[in-house]
């Protein structure tokens, strides 16, 4: 903890009447995407009911704080003095004209080797009483020189924190940064950034559960339902500052947020202001045309449509772990590493494999397999950590120590919908049968004949019909068209659409209309 000299809090009040000026004195130019460079230190953008400032401070503005013992500022940086081994920076009080219930901090530092600076953030409501001090972990790596969209960034080589958030009535911030010198010399801060965001105004939703939305699910193309998935428009998105670029997700990598919570989420609104938030944070000081996440996932259990549109048949190119192509990002919302050990809910935990084993059965990717992640450049595991691809404790040790759980229940999912049967709403039962040359099993050896699938339909229908293996990845598709009522032939001979003879083991036959949906087993021997 820094100690503040002693006339630091007599002159409180008449910083905060400085502050309050300047912010009287910005103009209040708001856009809906692009964020306005302003000539006072301040970085304002506004979208949809979001609103968003940067409050940005220079070697003009560090003197105005409280410089204790060993800290100057030289060469338009605030570094320590020779000699001085560590030393605490407070800022000046940053006044705000509107509230906020998040903070999203960068920085331009020179870090020599073993060097630290160490962020810490409060927060109060009127500018009298003030909250305790909040510790900002440092993010992955430095904000890049260009913004998604290409264009230059005006916060290049800036290290993030963590997104902190805060009661969202407040209106003042200081930052404090706690310098230590290492070997090779001190740290130099050249510039300080808070992005200060209040994204508690957007739409009101309601929980819907876990249950699949019928109007979405595609019973022809997936055995295991699409869950609740709350769409952009529902949670209140930006709209992305550029076109997307799509990919074919054969791999998912999970993360956490590692925001900082001072403020509870207690709803399913308080979490879609998080994720505004994080939108917010992600495109303005990040530069990325979106937030980077496919999906995002509360503590409640409830799942928010990111990056992605209504498309279901391409995946949206991410920005969630440096290569991205190739993969979908699902990040939950939480700091599941120390110093804020926070723990993943049950609720979390079961939303997060609902979704990923309605797009690995989509996707047709194995969940306890490992293929080539091409972007990346080698074999990773099809569902995979953060951490397995960059270097960052994402998704926090808490969370990724379930990855083997998660994954086993994911292939568990996956299962349950293949070899269940799923009863839709329908005048008249179907009549399904299978029958064939020799008894199931079946071999696919000389002396073997294919599997002969009969199906008989009691009226007209667009009927398909395919084999499935144990983890409910589609094998073969036999025939998806229109077909009269009465019986009809269809054979199997054990190759996959590739024409590739497939293992022995069990399979299963799955006939799915428009009234329902059947299945049965088969087993191929060889």
Not at 32 to 46: K, R
Not at 167 to 176: A, G, I, K, L, N
Not at 295 to 322: L, S
Not at 433 to 444: K, V
Request: hydrophobic share 35%; aromatic share 8%; glycine share 8%.
């Amino acid at each position: 903890m820094a100690i503040l000299p002693d006339n630091f809090h007599k002159n409180a009040k008449r910083r905060v009447s400085e502050e309050m000026m300047l912010v009287q004195r910005l103009p209040q130019l708001w856009c809906w995407s692009v964020a306005v460079l302003l000539t006072a230190g301040s970085h304002i953008t506004h979208a949809s009911e979001t609103k968003s400032v940067q409050r940005v401070h220079t070697a003009e503005h560090f003197p105005q704080g409280a410089l204790q013992s060993g800290l100057r500022v030289q060469q338009e940086t605030l570094t320590l003095a020779p000699m001085a081994a560590t030393s605490s920076y407070v800022s000046p009080i940053v006044a705000n004209d509107f509230s906020f219930n998040a903070i999203g901090p960068h920085w331009h530092a020179q870090l020599p080797e073993d060097a630290d600076l160490k962020l810490y953030v409060r927060v109060s409501i009127e500018g009298e009483h003030w909250g305790d001090w909040i510790f900002v972990p440092q993010e992955e790596g430095p904000i890049d020189e260009r913004t998604e969209a290409g264009e230059p960034n005006p916060f290049a080589g800036d290290q993030t924190g963590a997104l902190v958030f805060v009661h969202p009535e407040s209106r003042f911030v200081q930052y404090r940064f706690d310098f230590i010198a290492g070997p090779q010399g001190s740290p130099r801060l050249r510039r300080m950034a808070l992005q200060l965001i209040n994204s508690m105004e957007g739409p009101s939703l309601e929980p819907a559960g876990h249950a699949p939305d019928k109007h979405e699910q595609n019973a022809h193309t997936a055995a295991v339902p699409k869950p609740k998935i709350y769409k952009r428009a529902e949670w209140g998105a930006r709209s992305p500052s550029s076109g997307y670029l799509y990919t074919r997700a054969n791999h998912i990598g999970f993360h956490h947020t590692a925001g900082v919570a001072d403020f509870n989420v207690g709803n399913l609104n308080d979490c879609a202001a998080r994720v505004r938030a994080i939108q917010a944070y992600h495109m303005d000081s990040n530069g990325w045309i979106d937030i980077g996440y496919n999906y995002a996932i509360c503590k409640h259990g409830h799942i928010f449509q990111a990056r992605e549109d209504d498309n279901d048949a391409n995946d949206v190119h991410g920005a969630h772990d440096g290569f991205n192509a190739g993969s979908m990002g699902v990040s939950t919302l939480g700091y599941f590493h120390a110093p804020y050990n926070q723990q993943p809910t049950p609720e979390m935990l079961h939303a997060l494999q609902l979704l990923m084993a309605w797009k690995c059965d989509e996707r047709n990717i194995d969940p306890k397999a490992a293929s080539l992640y091409a972007a990346y450049g080698a074999v990773r595991d099809n569902i995979y950590g953060h951490r397995e691809v960059r270097a960052t404790a994402c998704p926090g040790d808490i969370l990724f120590t379930k990855k083997q759980s998660i994954r086993d229940s994911v292939a568990q999912i996956i299962r349950d919908a293949v070899t269940g049967v799923h009863e839709h709403s329908g005048p008249q039962p179907l009549s399904f049968q299978m029958l064939q040359s020799y008894p199931n099993p079946f071999s696919t050896s000389a002396t073997g004949a294919p599997a002969k699938i009969i199906v008989n339909l009691p009226s007209p229908e667009t009927a398909e019909l395919a084999i499935y293996n144990t983890l409910g990845q589609r094998v073969r598709l036999l025939q998806n068209r229109f077909m009269p009522a009465g019986q009809h032939e269809v054979f199997w001979e054990g190759r996959n659409e590739e024409g590739r003879q497939q293992a022995a083991g069990l399979y299963f036959v799955r006939l799915t209309t428009s009234k329902q949906t059947q299945q049965i087993k088969l087993l191929l021997v060889k």
